[in-house]
């Protein structure tokens, strides 16, 4: 019994603080009426985290030793049991691993178009207004404004078995409000930056904040739940699009850093850190616009 107030945050903020950071798109909007679908895949890797991880046992190693060499026990120190507790729930809620995508974007009018992504693990509509096109002959530049929406969705097989949550009653949502830039080298190549800040905003089952409030008295054991967790993201993408006409291929790396600071365990302690999310994609599109043909810009 004393493992399960421990237990419940760590498995309840585990769908917790990861999300898909790629950009796949350049500044340039579709022309109205073309279609752009888009699959791909990005990894997640909370590189400061990990890193984190690994100091610790470094330090805990040394302190080891010297313990041995010198004929003392060795105990882990109350420090080092919060480093490590930090960093072992911090990779439980925004673990390393892979994401799959789908995307469809639509010209809308005249410099903007919207797109539906979806990862697996959120769904996100997003809008982009052309702000600025400049070039001429085969090279040229754009810079467009975006605004995203994204829905997750939350599964927990271990906490549905307990039956002591339904993971519907969680929520969370993001606002993404990114920065493209991008420089077109006649019709083939193609590279982008998007400087971006992504808000989450995630709700806890109310039922399960009371219900981990219960711990404490039994086992002397600080298991509070906040009843939100808010994370900020601030980075840029940096990418290339390699193609022609109605195919490109996408690579690109996402890297910023994450804060996330909910109270844990009766104590606030930072979840987040460098992140880095590369990712790779195919992107097909309908008919190539007049400018794109003619290698005119707007």
């Not at 010297?66 to 480093?83: F, G, I, M, N, T």
């Not at 001429?136 to 599964?155: I, K, M």
């Amino acid at each position: 019994m004393r493992l399960l107030p421990v237990l419940i945050p760590v498995l309840a903020l585990a769908p917790g603080c990861a999300t898909t950071l790629s950009t796949m798109q350049t500044a340039r909007t579709l022309e109205p009426g073309q279609v752009q679908v888009t699959g791909g895949v990005g990894v997640f890797a909370p590189v400061g985290n990990l890193i984190r991880v690994v100091d610790t046992g470094i330090d805990q190693g040394e302190e080891a030793r010297d313990a041995v060499d010198e004929d003392r026990p060795y105990e882990l120190s109350e420090e080092a049991q919060q480093k490590l507790l930090t960093a072992g729930v911090a990779l439980m809620v925004a673990p390393p691993g892979a994401n799959p995508e789908l995307m469809v974007r639509v010209g809308v009018v005249d410099r903007v178009d919207v797109g539906v992504r979806y990862s697996g693990i959120s769904l996100r509509v997003d809008g982009k207004v052309l702000l600025a096109h400049g070039g001429e002959g085969g090279r040229s530049y754009d810079v467009a404004l975006g605004l995203g929406a994204a829905r997750h969705f939350f599964s927990s097989p271990v906490l549905d078995v307990l039956e002591v949550v339904e993971m519907g009653d969680f929520s969370r949502y993001d606002v993404e409000v990114p920065l493209y830039v991008s420089a077109d080298f006649g019709d083939v190549f193609k590279l982008y930056g998007a400087p971006k800040y992504v808000y989450s905003h995630t709700r806890m089952d109310p039922r399960l904040v009371d219900y981990s409030k219960e711990g404490k008295p039994v086992s002397g054991f600080d298991a509070t739940l906040p009843a939100t967790v808010n994370s900020h993201f601030i980075g840029s993408t940096v990418g290339m699009a390699l193609g022609y006409r109605y195919v490109y291929l996408f690579a690109e790396l996402t890297g910023g850093y994450v804060s996330c600071k909910p109270n844990l365990f009766g104590v606030e302690r930072q979840l987040g850190g460098v992140t880095f999310y590369p990712a790779f994609g195919v992107a097909l599109r309908t008919g190539a616009p007049e400018r794109e043909r003619t290698g005119h810009g707007r």
